[in-house]
């Protein structure tokens, strides 16, 4: 089993829908989370750092974790055709490790 | 320049040729990494410096060689790839070596012929 599993895509949504990403994982031991966009020919751009449990919102998206569940996710509200990209999940524990552990990437296309 | 600059954005390479790949970070950060990005895969961790001293290197083979020569900069030595090696190779910076969210540069985009 992957520690982290991600659906490759890819998701296509109307411009203006809300957009639903997600991961799971299998590691209790991961405390931080966080999501990167990507775009085509870029490199990978953090968009939410998140510790623990609990909601975290800034402007348009918002990321969530469920621990108990083992499951994090990031919402797009109001999406827009620029939002179309590549979305990566990442964890790293606490046990002062730098090996952080990343998802394979969902493809969003977010179409106008 | 801002955040974390890599050269060339892309590369040609043969087998038998020697290149390297350049990384500037503008952010003050502590820690640089190599991670390299292939189709359908996760990000592999290559090598991780702190302070200029490497403390990964991530069972990698030896056609990669890394260099960190100061906190700003990293290189990545390459001589007698195989085809295989071909990917995108991002460099990554953070203000500390645990705990940080990692910054990237937009990567190169390596061919080997």
């Known amino acids: 089993q992957k520690e982290v599993e991600q659906d490759p895509g890819p998701l296509s949504v109307p411009e203006g829908a809300i957009v639903s990403l997600n991961c799971t994982y299998s590691?209790?031991?991961?405390?931080?989370f966080m999501w990167y966009r990507q775009y085509s020919r870029k490199g990978p751009e953090l968009l939410m750092y998140?510790?623990?449990?609990g909601n975290k919102e800034d402007g348009r998206f918002t990321a969530q974790v469920d621990k108990s569940s083992k499951y994090i996710s990031l919402f797009i509200r109001d999406s827009q055709p620029s939002d179309s990209a590549t979305y990566l999940c990442a964890m790293l524990t606490t046990s002062g490790t730098y090996k952080y552990i990343f998802g394979t990437g969902t493809r969003l296309k977010v179409l106008a | 320049e801002t955040g974390v600059t890599q050269t060339p954005r892309h590369l040609v390479m043969g087998m038998t040729n020697k290149k390297s790949l350049k990384c500037e970070q503008h952010?003050?950060?502590?820690?640089m990494y190599w991670y390299k990005q292939s189709a359908k895969k996760p990000l592999e961790l290559m090598f991780v410096?702190?302070?200029?001293?490497?403390?990964e290197n991530n069972s990698v083979p030896s056609r990669f060689s890394p260099e960190c020569p100061n906190s700003s900069h990293l290189f990545l030595h390459l001589h007698t790839l195989q085809p295989e090696d071909s990917a995108l190779y991002l460099c990554a910076s953070s203000q500390d070596l645990v705990n940080s969210p990692l910054h990237f540069g937009n990567g190169t985009r390596l061919t080997v012929t």
């Open positions: 410096y702190s302070l200029e001293e490497r403390v």
């Open positions: 590691n209790s031991a991961f405390q931080y």
């Open positions: 998140t510790y623990s449990s």
């Open positions: 952010l003050g950060h502590n820690a």
